[in-house]
Structure formats: C-alpha cells, structure tokens
T-cell receptor, first 118, second 109 residues
Framework: GAVVSQHPSRVICKSGTSVKIECRSL??????MFWYRQFPKQSLMLMAT?????????EQGVEKDKFLINHASLTLSTLTVTSAHPEDSSFYIC??????????????FGPGTRLTVL | QKEVEQNSGPLSVPEGAIASLNCTYS??????FFWYRQYSGKSPELIMF????GDKEDGRFTAQLNKASQYVSLLIRDSQPSDSATYLC?????????FGKGTMLLVSP
C-alpha cells in the first residue's frame, strides 16, 4: 500500500513557459502533501507543505507566486512552475502522509519529475 | 537553522563487508530519524526509521541512535553490489523532514 504517483516523469520546456506536475496518492487519502526539489548531488530541499483544502505553506526562499501549489482533494496535489527558467531545472519530488494511517508522520514518496528548462 | 550532516563519501566496501554510515543533526527537538536509499535519478526509498535510543534491526540493516550525542548511524551487513546507492539521513520534527546531503556507498564485487 501507500503508493504515490507523479506525472509527468520527465518534462522539457522552453524558458518562459509554465509546467504543471501532478502528485497523486493512489491507495490512501493524503491529509498532507509535500513538495521537494533536488539539484544534482544535493539533498532534498522542502519547498512547501500543503494540507487538503488550505493554502500551502512555503519554505523560506521559495517564491509562492512562481511555484503554485494546489491541494484540491485528498488524493491530488499539483505544482505549477510558472515562467520557468533554466535555473528551475531540477528533480521535483512529492510525498504524502496521512494522519489516519498507522504511521501518521511517515512520508511516502512519489517517483519524481525531472524538469529541464531550455 | 536545522542541519543534518553526512559525509558525502564515496564509501567503498567489498561485497560481504559491513558498511557503516553516519549522520549528525543539530536540532535536539528532533523526534524520529529515517534512513532512505536513493538510486541515481530515482526518488528516495525508506529503509527504516528509529525514534528511541539504542539499536533497531531489520534484516541486514541496523539503525543506531544516540540522542545525547545527536548521532544516528546505519549499518549494512553482508553488503551487496545492489546496495550501491546514496543513503540519505533525515530527521523529523512534527511533520517536517530535514534531509542530509547523503553518503554515496559503492560495494565492489
């Protein structure tokens, strides 16, 4: 159980365009979803935390107008990178947790989305 | 600022040996501690977690926690070439996970 999917797995876009990444919990209801970004040979850096039906909480230094997060249901969160630039090229990973599960603080990770901005 | 420190490696061990991975953390309020394995280009996979001082064993893996020293380690017994990956240490406080940069492990046949 506890499967999280992401779509797309890879995306290449032109500078200035917007890209939407979907994160879905397939077999459980995710009360909280997390978005991370990982640059090569770096750690996962938390970008934002979102609870279903409420606004996301962004980490310091993450522009909320550039990285739009929507958590409209208990199984879906989306991250939209607006006006993407080459420096936004990275590996974006979502995770999900459920307060109603046996491990309320365990995060289940999606497979990640590789974004390349040309 | 909450920090999680790991030696970047690579740590090279021969097949069948014990690999020892270490992690220190700065936040004394950390509540539980996780080890993830990450293959190149993939997302992290949970190996195990620990929240009490002492040792916790799961198959070939043993996690050790010493909260007084703010130190957590992972031992991998009978290392296999398929264990070659980057191992991420993460600490949790409430719902937030903070990750270290990871240690690359190379297991040679």
């Amino acid at each position: 159980g506890a499967v999280v999917s992401q779509h797309p797995s890879r995306v290449i876009c032109k500078s200035g365009t917007s890209v939407k990444i979907e994160c879905r919990s397939l077999d459980f209801q995710a009360t909280t979803m997390f978005w991370y970004r990982q640059f090569p040979k770096q750690s996962l850096m938390l970008m934002a935390t979102s609870n279903e039906g409420s606004k996301a909480t962004y980490e310091q230094g993450v522009e909320k107008d550039k990285f739009l997060i929507n958590h409209a249901s208990l199984t879906l969160s989306t991250l939209t990178v607006t006006s993407a630039h080459p420096e936004d090229s990275s590996f974006y990973i979502c995770s999900a947790s459920s307060l109603t599960s046996g491990s309320p603080y365990e995060q289940f990770f999606g497979p990640g989305t590789r974004l390349t901005v040309l | 600022q909450k920090e999680v420190e790991q030696n970047s490696g690579p740590l090279s061990v021969p097949e069948g040996a014990i690999a020892s991975l270490n992690c220190t953390y700065s936040d004394r309020g950390s509540q539980s501690f996780f080890w993830y394995r990450q293959y190149s280009g993939k997302s992290p996979e949970l190996i195990m977690f620990i929240y009490s001082n002492g040792d916790k064993e799961d198959g070939r893996f043993t996690a050790q926690l010493n909260k007084a020293s703010q130190y957590v380690s992972l031992l991998i017994r009978d290392s296999q070439p398929s264990d070659s990956a980057t191992y991420l240490c993460a600490v949790r406080r409430y719902s937030t996970l903070t990750f270290g940069k990871g240690t690359m492990l190379l297991v040679s046949p």
